[in-house]
């Protein structure tokens, strides 16, 4: 009897050990696998080196956006989203890598909220990787999809910024849907800043008043592309430049289209783990 007892009392204590260690932190999401909104306080993907995680973060009981965010701000600081216009329920929603190649976020319903474009893909797994970066990788490593592609309001560090790419601003603070500032490659090659609004659209930035050379760009280039190094200088393809302030490797940083209509680069303190406008 103290035998059967003390078995089954092993038995639970072993279980119990591996839910612990179970239901921890992943670099990657396999395929076939998925993440439930109700695991959102210990079941997140995060990047090898720590500095991202990816998971569902919520604001109350019912508004929940599957997101990757720096894991060390002092308040979450996200970087990108799934649908930021369609948050999902705080109970029963699901992002999965689906058995058809696809990542999937369904709401609780059932209804398909976001999907990646890779259906019938070679897709096994998703990665973070440490640059932020969620990546859909075939068995051989190749990226046959990555959040990179498709920014919201923040561009990161080595994250290529195309013709095909925008930043478009949060609505207002404490509401990720999108906004009306927009950042992006206008017709003639040149980078700028347009207000969106319901009702007028205009170029604010650079001025509207001066012409491209004026302004310091040039047009001619029709390449369209620009990045922010690890350095911290931003280089693009009509000529638009700057640096950080705090110039020089080992800062985390971020590019961000902000809800009052400023494009602002970041730097986080990592003692304070706040962010200084660099
Ligand atoms: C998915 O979209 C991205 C960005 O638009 C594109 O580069 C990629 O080729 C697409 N993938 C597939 C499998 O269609
Ligand atoms: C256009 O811009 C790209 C990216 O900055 C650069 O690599 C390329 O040399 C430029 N082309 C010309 C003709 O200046
Ligand atoms: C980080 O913040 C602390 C406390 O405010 C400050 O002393 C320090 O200089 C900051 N570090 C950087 C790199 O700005």
Same mark, same amino acid.
């Given at each position: 009897?103290?035998?059967?007892?003390?078995?089954?009392?092993?038995?639970?204590?072993?279980?119990?050990?591996?839910?612990?260690?179970?239901?921890?932190?992943?670099? +990657?999401?396999?395929?076939?696998?998925?993440?439930?909104?109700?695991?959102?306080?210990?079941?997140?993907? $995060?990047?090898?080196?720590?500095?991202?995680?990816?998971?569902?973060?919520?604001?109350?009981?019912?508004?929940?956006?599957?997101?990757?965010?720096?894991?060390?701000?002092?308040?979450?600081?996200?970087?990108?989203?799934?649908?930021?216009?369609?948050?999902?329920?705080?109970?029963?929603?699901?992002?999965?890598?689906?058995? =058809?190649?696809?990542?999937?976020?369904?709401?609780?319903?059932?209804?398909?909220?976001?999907?990646?474009?890779?259906?019938?893909?070679?897709?096994?797994?998703?990665?973070?990787?440490? $640059?932020?970066?969620?990546?859909?990788?075939?068995?051989? #490593?190749?990226?046959?999809?990555?959040?990179?592609?498709?920014?919201? =309001?923040?561009?990161?560090? *080595?994250?290529?910024?195309?013709?095909? $790419?925008?930043?478009?601003?949060?609505?207002?603070?404490?509401?990720?849907?999108?906004?009306?500032?927009? +950042?992006?490659?206008?017709?003639?090659?040149?980078?700028?800043?347009?207000? =969106?609004?319901?009702?007028?659209?205009?170029?604010?930035?650079?001025?509207?008043?001066?012409?491209?050379?004026?302004?310091?760009?040039?047009?001619? *280039?029709?390449?369209?592309?620009?990045?922010?190094?690890?350095?911290?200088? +931003?280089?693009?393809?009509?000529?638009?430049?700057?640096?950080?302030? =705090?110039?020089?490797?080992?800062?985390?940083?971020?590019? $961000?289209?902000?809800?009052? #209509?400023?494009?602002?680069?970041?730097?986080?303190?990592?003692?304070?783990?706040?962010? *200084?406008?660099?």
């Amino acid at each position: 009897m103290g035998n059967l007892f003390s078995s089954i009392l092993l038995i639970l204590l072993i279980s119990f050990f591996f839910s612990f260690t179970t239901s921890k932190t992943q670099n +990657f999401l396999q395929r076939g696998s998925s993440l439930s909104v109700e695991d959102d306080s210990d079941d997140y993907i $995060t990047s090898p080196d720590k500095s991202f995680t990816c998971g569902f973060y919520g604001m109350g009981e019912n508004a929940y956006w599957f997101s990757i965010w720096f894991t060390n701000s002092k308040e979450r600081t996200v970087v990108w989203m799934a649908n930021r216009n369609r948050p999902v329920n705080g109970r029963g929603s699901r992002i999965s890598l689906q058995r =058809d190649g696809t990542m999937m976020l369904r709401d609780a319903d059932g209804s398909t909220v976001w999907e990646t474009n890779t259906t019938s893909t070679d897709v096994d797994r998703a990665e973070l990787l440490d $640059t932020g970066n969620l990546v859909l990788k075939d068995p051989r #490593g190749k990226i046959l999809w990555q959040s990179f592609d498709f920014p919201t =309001d923040t561009l990161l560090p *080595n994250q290529i910024f195309t013709t095909s $790419t925008k930043l478009i601003s949060i609505l207002r603070r404490g509401d990720f849907s999108s906004g009306y500032f927009n +950042f992006l490659f206008d017709n003639d090659n040149v980078l700028r800043m347009m207000y =969106d609004g319901p009702e007028i659209s205009s170029l604010y930035w650079p001025n509207p008043d001066w012409d491209v050379f004026q302004n310091g760009r040039t047009n001619y *280039n029709s390449s369209r592309i620009a990045v922010l190094d690890e350095m911290g200088r +931003f280089l693009s393809s009509d000529q638009m430049s700057f640096k950080a302030s =705090d110039m020089g490797f080992g800062v985390k940083r971020r590019l $961000t289209m902000d809800y009052d #209509g400023n494009l602002r680069l970041y730097s986080l303190n990592h003692s304070t783990g706040l962010w *200084n406008i660099s």
